[in-house]
Nanobody
Framework: VQLVESGGGLVQPGKSLRLSCAAS????????IAWFRQVPGKAREGLSC????????FYADSVKGRFTIVSDNAKNTVYLQMDNLKPEDTAVYYC??????????????????????WGQGTQVTVSS
C-alpha cells in the first residue's frame, strides 16, 4: 500500500487548492480513503472520508461546505477540493488508508488511530 499526496502550496485567504492522493498497491473500490491535517503540537485532525464502493462521504464541521472529496477510481486517485481557504487551514495535509478495509467513513472512525497507511504529507499555507 502506497499513498502519495500532491497539490499543496501557498495560497491567499479565500482562494482554492486541490490536493491529490494517488494510491498504489490496492484498489479504491475496496478501501475508504480519508484526508487529515496536522499542525505542530496538535493531534492529526480527520477532515473528510470517501467510500468509493457506495459513494459515502464524511466531512468534519471545520470544513463542511468548503471542502469536497472526490474519488477517480480509473486513476486510483482521491482529490480534496478546498475552496474559500482560511488561515486556520494552514497545516500539513495527509491522506490515509485504514488498518482494516471494512472501516466505515463516519465517526468515531475518522480518528488517526484507525488509519494505518499514510502518505508523506503536503504543506498547505494560507496567508496574505
Amino acid at each position: 500500500v502506497q499513498l502519495v499526496e500532491s497539490g499543496g502550496g501557498l495560497v491567499q485567504p479565500g482562494k482554492s487548492l486541490r490536493l491529490s492522493c494517488a494510491a498504489s498497491g490496492f484498489k479504491l473500490d475496496d478501501w475508504p480513503i480519508a484526508w487529515f491535517r496536522q499542525v505542530p503540537g496538535k493531534a492529526r485532525e480527520g477532515l473528510s472520508c470517501i467510500q468509493s464502493i457506495d459513494g459515502t462521504t464524511f466531512y468534519a464541521d471545520s470544513v463542511k461546505g468548503r471542502f469536497t472529496i472526490v474519488s477517480d477510481n480509473a486513476k486510483n486517485t482521491v482529490y480534496l477540493q478546498m475552496d474559500n481557504l482560511k488561515p486556520e487551514d494552514t497545516a500539513v495535509y495527509y491522506c490515509g488508508a485504514p488498518k482494516f478495509k471494512r472501516l466505515v467513513c463516519s465517526p468515531p472512525y475518522i480518528d488517526s488511530y484507525y488509519w494505518g497507511y499514510w502518505g508523506q504529507g503536503t504543506q498547505v499555507t494560507v496567508s496574505s
